[in-house]
């Protein structure tokens, strides 16, 4: 089975300052994590993603994710936040091993809204 | 280019209506999915389809009816749709199935 958690509903910052989004999963098996940005109204957006090699991922608009796989944490950060990047975030994980019933199907989080003021 | 481009953007049908949503790919991708996604919820797997082939089936209604006519292409038949039903539905490809999905704008539905 595969599950992810993100234990915000929702994130606060100010405009510059860093945000942080975290996000932690449970595999049976080697994860591939995901991150996807939705805002109003629209689809979602694929940021990054975690496969194999170097725990610092880097993905668009500035975002960039740590892999840890002994707290199985994939945090989403950005240094310095814009109003822009208000919206709502999800994580998202997929078991690598084939003979799972989950394999092929991402598991979401519940999301995070994430604002950001001027 | 990563679009996957979905029609109509809404619909507004009564629960005795037959519709479609459509949704098209360029990218040659060969996995397609559907996902109904309601307001500040994550999205919810409908179905996927892997070479044109139906490959996972969650358990949805037969009121939703899935067709990919070709490799490009997937549509999502609606036939007597209940109130609960009204959602942002989301359609998303990826190269193969397991690989990165990119998702479609959603249409929005709303059964009246």
């Known amino acids: 089975a595969q599950s992810v958690a993100q234990p915000e509903d929702q994130v606060n910052v100010a405009e510059g300052n860093p945000l942080t989004v975290k996000c932690t999963y449970s595999?049976?098996?080697?994860?591939?994590l995901f991150w996807y940005v939705q805002y109003p109204n629209r689809g979602l957006q694929f940021l990054l993603k975690y496969i194999t090699g170097d725990n610092l991922v880097k993905g668009s608009y500035g975002f960039e994710a740590e892999f840890n796989k002994s707290q199985t944490s994939f945090h989403l950060k950005k240094p310095s936040a814009l109003v822009s990047d208000s919206a709502l975030y999800f994580c998202a994980v997929r078991d690598r091993a084939r003979t799972t019933d989950s394999w092929g199907k991402l598991q979401f989080g519940a999301g995070t809204q994430v604002v950001v003021t001027p | 280019d990563t679009e996957v481009t979905q029609t109509p953007k809404h619909l507004v049908m009564g629960m005795t209506n037959k519709k479609s949503l459509k949704c098209e790919q360029h990218m040659g991708h060969r996995a397609m999915y559907w996902y109904k996604q309601k307001a500040k919820k994550p999205p919810e797997l409908m179905f996927v389809?892997?070479?044109?082939?139906?490959?996972i089936n969650e358990s949805v209604p037969s009121r939703f009816s899935p067709e990919c006519p070709n490799s490009s292409l997937l549509n999502l038949h609606l036939h007597a749709l209940q109130p609960e039903d009204s959602a942002l539905y989301l359609c998303?490809?990826?190269?193969?199935?397991?690989?990165?999905?990119?998702f479609g704008p959603g249409t929005r539905l709303t059964v009246l």
């Open positions: 389809y892997s070479y044109e082939k139906l490959s």
């Open positions: 998303a490809s990826s190269q193969v199935l397991a690989n990165t999905q990119y």
């Open positions: 595999v049976s098996g080697n994860p591939y």
